[in-house]
């Protein structure tokens, strides 16, 4: 099969693009959702639709749209970068440089 012309991008190649940086004021907006849903998050297994209601109140927050996929990975490394910065410091008596 011939392929289109390369500025066109595939179902595929979409699926796997970078997602755009998260302002600072989204970070504080996803800190503050964050700790509304914790409880709720933490109740369920299935959690696709809280994150998806965690979107759209972020979206009346910041006007910036995210999807809930988003949302999950963001916490999912912000959890593990946190993780991971503690653990380098807690042989150090200086607490974590870590602004969240």
Not at 76 to 92: A, H, I, P, V, W
Request: hydrophobic letters at 35%; charged letters at 35%; one cysteine or more.
């Amino acid at each position: 099969a011939a392929e289109g012309p390369g500025y066109l991008v595939s179902p595929q190649a979409e699926k796997h693009r970078r997602a755009r940086n998260w302002t600072d004021a989204e970070m504080r907006g996803l800190m503050l959702v964050w700790e509304e849903f914790f409880d709720e998050l933490k109740q369920t297994k299935r959690n696709a639709k809280v994150y998806e209601k965690m979107a759209s109140k972020l979206f009346e927050m910041t006007g910036e749209r995210r999807l809930g996929e988003e949302i999950k990975i963001k916490i999912t490394n912000m959890t593990f970068q946190y993780r991971k910065l503690k653990c380098m410091t807690d042989s150090e008596s200086a607490p974590p440089d870590w602004p969240y």
